[in-house]
């Protein structure tokens, strides 16, 4: 049984450019949340979404990121028109159908280098 | 809103003792989880232990235990026997069970093992 499956581990953009970064949750998990790891600090929750909907986005930078979790496939959080202070790891996690604060698992992140 | 402080930048532990890791954390909830991540520098998020909030009993696992304190709002991690491979960053959680279960985190700990 597969995990959070992300891709790719890493991603390298030039300013300007756009980044997209894929999380495929665990099977049967329809709950997925984004976190992003700036460098030598925790994990910042960014959005939860379930299958074509958004929960809640408080922690998405109000311009240049989105984040969509389509009926079919994986999950993808994007970032337009990246900048220096983008770069970071971004964790992806699901839950199980329900949503369920007692565990969730992690992706192995992809870390986002913009140069 | 709900806070978790973690005031050790940096541990250290010779191989074979006991370290112990701090958390404190702030909340108007009753009902919520606790948890406490392994990150190497794979990136990876390991989950180490788990706590429920209504539970009273401290959990464990294997060579690692909590101190739960919920009217102190602490919740510090136990290392016995530390190994080489303990070596890493932890992260102190928390679950909240209302609303959309997103998790909030600690600024992280690092742990050296000396040999």
């Known amino acids: 049984n597969a995990g959070v499956m992300q891709n790719p581990r890493h991603l390298v953009r030039r300013r300007g450019q756009e980044a997209r970064l894929r999380c495929s949750p665990m099977k049967g998990h329809s709950h997925v949340y984004w976190y992003r790891q700036l460098p030598e600090e925790g994990l910042k929750f960014m959005v939860y979404?379930?299958?074509?909907?958004?929960?809640?986005e408080s922690g998405m930078p109000k311009e240049r990121f989105s984040a969509e979790f389509p009926k079919e496939g994986p999950s993808i959080l994007r970032i337009q028109q990246v900048v220096r202070g983008d770069s970071a790891a971004y964790f992806c996690?699901?839950?199980?159908?329900?949503?369920?604060?007692?565990?969730?698992?992690f992706g192995q992140g992809t870390r986002l280098t913009v140069v | 809103a709900q806070t978790v402080t973690q005031s050790q930048p940096e541990m250290s532990v010779q191989e074979a003792e006991t370290v112990t890791l701090s958390c404190t954390y702030d909340t108007s909830e009753s009902d919520y989880y606790l948890f406490w991540y392994k990150q190497p520098p794979s990136r990876q998020m390991i989950l180490v232990i788990r706590?429920?909030?209504?539970?009273?009993q401290n959990a464990t696992e294997n060579r690692f235990s909590v101190n739960f304190q919920k009217a102190a709002k602490s919740f510090s991690l136990k290392i016995s026997d530390s190994q080489l491979g303990d070596a890493a960053m932890y992260f102190c959680a928390y679950g909240d069970t209302s609303g959309t279960y997103k998790y909030i985190f600690g600024t992280g700990t690092r742990l050296k093992v000396l040999a």
């Open positions: 979404l379930q299958k074509e909907n958004i929960i809640d």
């Open positions: 706590q429920e909030a209504y539970k009273q």
């Open positions: 996690a699901s839950s199980p159908l329900g949503g369920s604060a007692a565990e969730a698992f």
